[in-house]
């Protein structure tokens, strides 16, 4: 990728996860923006029901985390490989289809995922701060064993086509493909995405992140913390919406995101 973010960009993307400008491109420092960046920057859908157009474009991707907010997969991986890449490392962008509930690969360019180098290794790493409950740290892209992480095991395995299969306790999450891709190239899966009554983001609201003990999500009025004491549900009412955003998210906003469920007859076949 060129370099598309200027350093003061970089500085002001490195002040919103909290870390230091690493001195150098390795594995250690990766690790951290990887952990800081799931526990600072939420995974959210507020766009599509606020109405707010998406701009797949890395400065304006960076701009939209700077600027206090979020994104889901193409956004959030969209402005960390941005980021990567102004800190020296090597990104390589992956398109891949999620494991739907139904046990079905969703449409091509369903998902992006980065493939990332270090400057202390030529091993290339997996790196995804844009999939809900996905590894807390990077997983080795070419390791074919189980790999530990605080999210639970993870395996990345050959399929008969050529592709990678990323696993999570044995389940598939989803399927990788191994040619490099541009940004671009996911526009089309982006509308798809907020537009069709078939994606799970047109469906509801959704805002969550990791935290120390577990994840905080708020979908649609209803807050879900997860930790030590289990999973806890606590409906709100409209006016705790908003504070809400702000308290667990860091999310200011002038007004509460209503879910705009699409009717089917309204999608182009």
């Not at 960009?9 to 909290?18: C, F, S």
């Not at 180098?117 to 701060?129: F, G, I, K, N």
């Not at 990791?210 to 806890?232: N, P």
């Amino acid at each position: 990728m060129n370099k598309i973010i200027s350093s003061a960009d970089a500085d002001a993307y490195l002040a919103r996860i909290g870390v230091a400008r690493p001195a150098v491109p390795d594995l250690a420092a990766l690790r951290e923006l990887h952990l800081r960046h799931l526990h600072a920057v939420p995974f959210e859908n507020l766009s599509i029901h606020l109405g707010e157009e998406i701009v797949l474009d890395p400065a304006a991707l960076v701009a939209k985390v700077t600027g206090g907010r979020g994104g889901f997969c193409y956004e959030l991986n969209g402005a960390f490989a941005a980021l990567l890449d102004a800190l020296g490392y090597r990104v390589t962008l992956l398109a891949a289809r999620v494991m739907g509930p139904e046990g079905r690969f969703g449409p091509p360019f369903d998902h992006l995922a980065l493939k990332v180098r270090t400057a202390d290794s030529d091993e290339p790493w997996l790196v995804d701060v844009g999939f809900g409950r996905n590894s807390h740290y990077p997983l080795r892209f070419d390791e074919r064993g189980e790999q530990a992480d605080p999210a639970g095991p993870f395996r990345l395995a050959e399929t008969a086509d050529g592709d990678l299969d990323l696993l999570r306790e044995g389940d598939v999450q989803y399927r990788i493909e191994r040619r490099s891709r541009q940004l671009a190239d996911f526009e089309g899966g982006c509308w798809w995405h907020r537009t069709s009554p078939k994606s799970l983001f047109t469906k509801a609201v959704i805002c969550s992140r990791l935290t120390g003990t577990g994840r905080v999500t708020l979908s649609d009025r209803t807050l879900v913390t997860t930790g030590a004491t289990g999973r806890q549900e606590l409906p709100l009412a409209e006016e705790e919406v908003l504070p809400a955003f702000r308290e667990h998210f860091g999310i200011a906003l002038d007004r509460a995101p209503q879910a705009r469920r699409i009717p089917e007859e309204q999608v182009v076949p």
